[in-house]
């Protein structure tokens, strides 16, 4: 194996406080062999250069800190192998948020259309004195959903969101309305039901599936988006 | 009352989330269990140095906020009768360490991050105040050493404002980061524990730091103690079940102390994998892949990113890597910081509360059990908000005038780092101290070495206060966070080397060449001497000692004897 190694990168920079606008950056970075990931990687580029700002925190594909557009498509850093990437490398802020410094974007929108669905259980019988009961099976049906780690790669990913990011609550936040929707716990379903049942809220999506393809967890907003429509129809005959 | 919720990174991002394997609770749901037994366990895991009272009141509350945290809608698995799934951990048992027990509440091997989501949740449901990316500065106290609040950085604009509050409570975390090769996320810096250093107050038994016998060779990141729950098995090179010799009854479920050390004496003993014989392996190959699936999705996620294996079809290399603080910011069962004061060792600290990991309550003594971490951060998170409001109500807490002076420490460590010239580079001092960490004060310990390492970080510690950075934007400077963070991993460094250096006995995690293991000291530990915490002073680096709490809470219940401790 060899040990040492030079990666090419492409960066999109930007600091308000002295950039008067975004540029790309030409920068290259040697890498000891321990470096595996893209995040292994940006943190040796930033050992180099300290102006250079990016979110990151756990490193192992679960927080969602460090996502951002590679090559193209959206995806976490900290998962994203080096050896597979094209050189130059090339990265941009996650696409349709707004700028903040570098790769860090105001993610406040995103986070808004998440908390407009209430993403939280709703079951409003006193609370029994232990848990309450759920079959394996119907536990199941929470699979695929509640592993969502909010990193925003879908919904910034996602044309309909680039549009009405005010509108469209996104993947990210359709995928946890169907989490609840899906949960034999949750009596809030009419409710819920009623909160998408919108031109843009839900309808908006129009099955691209870019959001299938990003997800760094493999899930699949799209199929949980398919099922709340299902819902829908089957409420309205 | 009003709440302001300060954090660093956005709420589901704090490391809580990377939690594997459970929470403990003796709920009994496959096994039989009670909390006796659960009570027994951390004690005994502790290595008799966790306060009984706390330990006590920890264990008989674990039942109620799992259910809590159920009714707030925390996915767990489920059992055929859908109750929540159980299974087993390390060093937790039946019958007062007869055979395993399965208490560990889970949702798959993604507990952590389902609780954090859940808790997160719940708080928009309550439409908490979140002050969302503000690093919290400096704790600001009186003359009388009442703590009024904290001095924080809003990350966007690098503004410094003054939270004047009645009540501070630090749920802060560990600062795992001081050492070299650790399982904790790049955040993990000890904020709360070095900002309480600064302030005066002591830090707790700062010697004992949990090293995770699993986290996967090179790259750190765990690997749960639920794949051994689940099964799992460690081999030598030789693929011997070694843990049979190290710990004949509980095997590869002891205590997590006991199997990083028995796995790094297998290394040093030359029976260590691969062509560096450097790590252990961790084989679940025997278990159907629909166990691995259902039970262990995460873990084989990880192991083929981060391993480069399939765990279906061939074990995962894994080696003992930094883990968690056991020691911290002194608390009691309440929640209440605790610093001794006119010869009572455990006077609250008006206005200041902490609990999890950044807080040593003591329950985990000189060694945490798997699981017992969240449970933790669940009661005593609980306890702390809830002495809070009944102080609130009783009046104790008031608005106390703020000191001219409340942001000048702040201020001052900004300018310093504006003006800097000449200075060390963050990242290099950063090195050099999580090198120094691993290798003065790793899995095992001698004297001679910690007498080097403690010379040794009092210089890094020198250096750190000289650190330069490039970045001088007020917009998103992470240069100027990491920076800050450095400070807080140094006092945490200096405390751990210190202590350990210290104390002249093998207790739990801390484990000394020169502690001889005879009738009159078990294991090496020497309880004529040693049974007693630490208190390290910031300033000065002055060492104190207060003794362990070994009553329980109630008087109806038996303290859990002193006993030399096998598995």
């Known amino acids: 194996m060899s040990s040492k190694r030079t990666v090419q990168f492409k960066i999109y920079r930007y600091d308000p406080d002295k950039d008067d606008k975004p540029y790309m950056q030409d920068i290259s970075v040697e890498l000891e062999e321990s470096d595996k990931k893209l995040l292994d990687a940006l943190v040796r580029l930033k050992a180099k250069d300290d102006t250079l700002s990016f979110r990151r925190s756990c490193r192992e594909g679960v927080c969602g800190s460090d996502a951002m557009n590679i090559n193209g498509k959206n995806g976490l850093a900290c998962l994203t192998a080096i050896d597979e990437l094209a050189q130059p490398i090339t990265i941009r802020p996650l696409p349709g948020l707004p700028v903040v410094r570098d790769v860090i974007v105001d993610m406040t929108q995103f986070f808004k259309q998440y908390h407009s669905i209430k993403p939280y259980l709703i079951n409003n019988d006193p609370a029994p004195e232990r848990e309450r009961l759920q079959t394996p099976e119907d536990r199941e049906e929470l699979n695929g959903l509640y592993e969502c780690i909010l990193c925003a790669c879908c919904s910034t990913s996602c044309p309909s969101f680039w549009w009405n990011p005010d509108k469209f609550v996104g993947p990210a936040g359709l995928l946890a309305a169907y989490r609840f929707l899906a949960d034999t716990r949750d009596q809030a379903t009419g409710e819920r039901l009623d909160n998408l049942e919108d031109p843009y809220r839900l309808f908006r999506c129009h099955s691209i599936m870019n959001c299938v393809d990003v997800c760094p967890k493999g899930l699949n907003p799209t199929k949980a988006i398919g099922k709340i429509k299902d819902m829908m129809l089957r409420r309205a005959v | ?567």
Not at chain 2, 79 to 87: F, S
Not at chain 2, 117 to 123: D, I, V
């Open chain 2, 1 to 567: 009352m009003r709440t302001a919720v300060l954090t660093k990174v956005f709420p589901t991002r704090s490391h809580t989330v990377a939690a594997q394997g459970g929470v403990a609770a003796s709920l009994g749901n496959s096994t039989e269990d009670n909390w006796h037994w659960h009570m027994y366990d951390t004690v005994k895991g502790s290595d008799w140095l966790g306060d009984q009272d706390a330990i006590e009141f920890m264990v008989k509350k674990a039942n109620e906020v799992v259910v809590e945290l159920e009714h707030f809608g925390m996915p767990f698995d489920r059992t055929d009768n859908g109750k929540i799934y159980q299974r087993p951990f390390g060093g937790h048992s039946q019958n007062y360490g007869q055979t395993p027990v399965s208490r560990s509440c889970a949702a798959a091997d993604r507990t952590g991050h389902a609780m954090l989501h859940a808790l997160y949740q719940r708080n928009v449901r309550a439409n908490t105040q979140f002050f969302v990316e503000w690093m919290a500065m400096d704790l600001i106290r009186n003359a009388d050493g009442d703590v009024l609040g904290v001095t924080a950085m809003e990350m966007e604009t690098g503004e410094v404002s003054i939270f004047h509050a009645k009540a501070t409570i630090f749920a802060t975390g560990g600062a795992g980061r001081i050492y070299y090769s650790s399982t904790n996320a790049f955040i993990n810096t000890g904020d709360g524990v070095g900002m309480a250093a600064r302030a005066g107050i002591p830090l707790e038994d700062m010697e004992f730091w949990q090293f995770h016998p699993t986290g996967v060779a090179g790259a750190g990141v765990l690997i749960t103690e639920g794949v051994r729950g689940e099964g799992g098995i460690l081999r030598n090179a030789s693929g011997e079940r070694f843990m049979e010799r190290y710990a004949p009854n509980l095997k590869d479920l002891a205590s997590r102390d006991v199997v990083s050390r028995s796995m790094v004496t297998e290394i040093n003993e030359g029976r260590g994998c691969g062509s560096d014989k450097d790590h252990v392996l961790l084989d679940i190959t025997h278990l159907s892949p629909e166990t691995i699936n259902k039970r262990l999705p995460g873990i084989r996620e990880i192991s083929i990113q981060f391993a480069g294996v399939d765990p279906i079809k061939a074990p995962i290399p894994v080696v003992p890597t930094c883990h968690y603080q056991m020691g911290g910011i002194p608390t009691n069962y309440k929640g209440q910081v605790v610093v001794p004061k006119d010869g009572n060792p455990n006077v609250p600290v008006a206005g200041f509360y902490a609990a999890g990991e950044c807080a040593c309550a003591s329950v985990h003594g000189a060694n945490r059990l798997g699981t017992n971490s969240l449970l933790d951060l669940l009661v005593f998170g609980k306890a702390a908000g809830e002495t809070v409001v009944s102080d609130f109500k009783s009046g104790q807490l008031t608005l106390k005038p703020l000191p001219e002076n409340a942001a000048d420490v702040s201020l001052a460590r900004i300018a310093r780092l504006e003006s800097q010239t000449n200075g060390e580079d963050v990242h290099e001092v950063r090195l050099e101290m999580q090198r120094t960490m691993q290798k003065h004060a790793g899995v095992f310990r001698f004297a001679d070495i910690l007498k080097e390492g403690v010379t040794k970080i009092l210089e890094v510690a020198e250096r750190a206060k000289k650190t330069q950075i490039k970045d001088k934007s007020k917009v998103w400077n992470t240069a100027r966070t990491e920076a800050l963070e450095l400070d807080n991993l140094i006092e945490v460094a200096k405390a751990t080397m210190i202590s350990a250096e210290a104390r002249k006995e093998s207790r739990g995690a801390h484990v000394r060449d020169d502690a001889i293991d005879c009738a009159e000291t078990p294991n090496g530990r020497d309880d004529k001497n040693w049974l007693k915490h630490t208190l390290w002073f910031s300033e000065g680096n002055r060492l104190d000692y207060k003794p362990v709490n070994l009553q329980p809470l109630s008087p109806e219940v038996e303290p859990i004897a002193l006993a030399k401790r096998t598995y």
